[in-house]
């Protein structure tokens, strides 16, 4: 072996090992230098290494891990102050009490038709051994007379400060208000949106149950209906947390903050799914099935929440008796019990849900809306199905009593993919809107009146267009999906001389066809002929393919710009129609001709026997 080998150090296997070499002792020295000092690296890697620990201990001690939200995380003084509180036993189990508070900012408050059912129902579901009505300004109106032999009223003092803090917002003070009263005195506390379905005997043994506002939990617990012993612990605990209240966040401290302290009092409180109440939703799809369509029967829930607040002042301050008896919504179906002596359902055959058309040529209903263009004293009212279906619709009328739009129920099982609907209108107006909207659960199929095109301003023909929403409405049209404007106009002006006055209603088709085993995918007809039409369409499945209504003269509810907070529905073309029909088929184009020229014949059959002025 030469001796050049022997002078050259083996390497090292360890990352310290100090050579006796000179040239190992340079190296090292230049690959201290190079880390700062091996020592003073590894202090530096545990140090941060500690910290990280530390920050993640933080983190799971006071932040809940059951909601992956961060916007809205318990702050730790919130928790602390919850785990101060020196909670007193319990009672054993919950009295069958029930509170309501209302009247607390508005010096005339009104006791709607809803209120009333929200009373009657409590008292007729649950049996409690009384009904309290919590107020400061005594509640005026009819409804509020009627239920008085029902209520045990209680005036309290108006409420302006929460543990010294100066509050004015009137969820915060309604939320507090009810927070001291069930503490105090413990029973069912429940909002006069509220409607009660099933008893809540089964759940007197609890401490305290709470509702979710959603499926995942994740918008916390709602205020609309608290179960609790006095002396509840899970509230007390709540109630002491008002003192670190923020009064510009009354969302937090009213629903997020009891969903994240009921994370760690789980042996306190007794939460229940949102189908217990709050199935559907105050969504625009939640406000559909409960205002206008035939698809719930409510079999798995305790109560209904009307949404009253948020469903619009043209729905809700407009509902009569009337109304509820007549239109034969999931809804209204269930509202009817509690509006008649005994609890027997008016008109049950006219209540069943049907899962689809009975028919055998697949017709699903026919509306004949010859009401459309008469005068009307009451602002909702029933559009008959004259199929045997029972899904009758309703009307909305304008200020004038002529109807603005209506919407007609369809069956649970509905699909775009093989679908006609046929009607009859006339129009004289030059303002572009919707005239039939076909809604699924996230979209719509829409027939809207446009400027025709190498015209003037003021003729209007048709297209098709197909659009999807992802919350919060923003609507986007799908892509080759539209059916341009036709050339055939709609709104023909009204001959003055009587020998020229016709009948001035048009027959319309819309035809869609997702298997194209008819011609094309979508196709418009107008008095027999092709108006426009759309080769390759569908209907994204994310939107889903069941039609769950179908309106006319009108859009679907969407976000009020009138009024934040609300839904309301948007206003389409001004027009009559008259003789609407759908069937569970695509229908071929010698079909849509051959049911035209029946059509037409009834038309006939029936204006001669109409008396003539």
């Known amino acids: 072996m030469s001796a050049s080998l022997h002078n050259k150090p083996p390497p090292s296997r360890l990352p310290f090992h100090r050579s006796s070499t000179k040239e190992y002792k340079i190296r090292y ?101 009384k009904i309290i009505l919590h107020y400061h300004h005594r509640p005026v109106g009819k409804y509020f007379e009627r239920a008085l032999p029902m209520l045990t009223l209680h005036q309290v003092p108006l409420i302006t400060e929460i543990f010294s803090h100066r509050v004015t917002h009137p969820t915060l003070l309604a939320d507090s208000l009810r927070l001291s009263l069930l503490v105090e005195q413990g029973g069912i506390l429940l909002d006069l949106e509220m409607i009660s379905l099933k008893s809540l005997d089964h759940l007197l043994h609890h401490e305290c149950v709470m509702v979710q506002r959603d499926k995942e939990g994740t918008m916390g617990l709602s205020t609309s209906m608290i179960m609790a012993t006095p002396k509840s612990r899970f509230l007390q605990r709540w109630y002491a947390t008002y003192a670190l209240l923020n009064t510009t966040d009354p969302v937090y401290h009213s629903h997020l903050l009891p969903g994240k302290l009921a994370t760690y009092y789980k042996e306190e409180i007794t939460l229940l799914n949102h189908t217990a109440y709050f199935q559907p939703l105050w969504d625009d799809i939640g406000l559909r099935g409960l205002y206008y369509e035939k698809v719930d029967t409510y079999e798995e829930s305790l109560g209904i929440h009307s949404w009253a607040s948020v469903a619009g002042p043209s729905l809700v301050h407009t509902l009569d008796e009337k109304t509820l008896f007549s239109v034969d919504t999931s809804f209204y179906c269930q509202l009817r019990q509690f509006l008649v002596d005994s609890r027997e359902n008016v008109r049950p055959e006219a209540c069943r849900v049907m899962d689809s058309t009975e028919m055998e040529d697949g017709l699903v209903g026919q509306w004949t809306l010859l009401l459309m263009s008469t005068q009307h004293d009451m602002p909702i009212g029933p559009v008959q199905d004259t199929s045997g279906h029972h899904l009758n619709g309703l009307f909305f009328t304008q200020s004038s009593g002529e109807i603005r739009y209506a919407v007609l129920p369809m069956p649970r099982v509905l699909s775009l993919q093989a679908l006609t609907v046929s009607w009859w209108m006339k129009t004289q107006t030059t303002q572009q809107g919707a005239v039939l909207v076909l809604s699924t659960d996230h979209g719509k199929v829409q027939v809207t009146a446009h400027t025709m095109p190498h015209s003037s301003s003021s003729t209007l023909s ?19 999906s539209e059916a341009v404007t036709g050339l055939y106009p709609i709104n023909e002006k009204e001959e003055e001389e009587e ?51 179908v309106w006319l003269g009108a859009s679907a509810p969407e976000i009020s710009t009138e009024a934040p907070g609300t839904w309301e529905v948007t206003l389409g073309l001004e027009a009559q129609f008259e003789h609407v029909r759908v069937w569970k088929e695509a229908r071929a184009s010698d079909v849509v001709r051959a049911q035209l020229h029946q059509e037409r014949k009834e038309r006939l059959s029936l204006a001669s026997l109409t008396p003539q002025p």
């Open 29 to 129: 020295k230049k690959k201290k230098r190079s880390f700062g000092g091996g020592w003073s690296f590894r202090c530096i890697l545990l140090v941060a290494v500690g910290f990280f620990v530390l920050r993640q201990w933080i983190i799971s001690t006071f932040y809940t891990p059951a909601h992956p939200d961060t916007q809205y995380p318990l702050l730790p003084q919130h928790l602390q102050l919850a785990r101060s509180v020196s909670t007193t036993p319990p009672h054993e189990s919950i009295p069958n009490i029930v509170h309501f508070v209302y009247g607390l900012a508005d010096p005339q408050p009104t006791l709607t038709l809803m209120h009333y059912l929200a009373i009657k129902s409590a008292h007729d579901t649950l049996r409690p051994e």
């Open 462 to 480: 048709l297209g098709v267009s197909t659009r999807t929403v992802q919350y919060p409405q923003a609507w986007e049209t799908v892509e080759n």
């Open 499 to 549: 020998e020229k006055k016709k009948d001035q209603y048009h027959h319309y088709c819309l035809v869609l066809d997702e298997s194209g085993s008819t011609g094309p995918s979508l196709v418009l007809y107008m008095d027999g002929y092709v108006m426009t039409s759309q080769q390759q369409w569908s209907m994204p499945k994310t939107a889903g393919t069941l039609v769950r209504s």
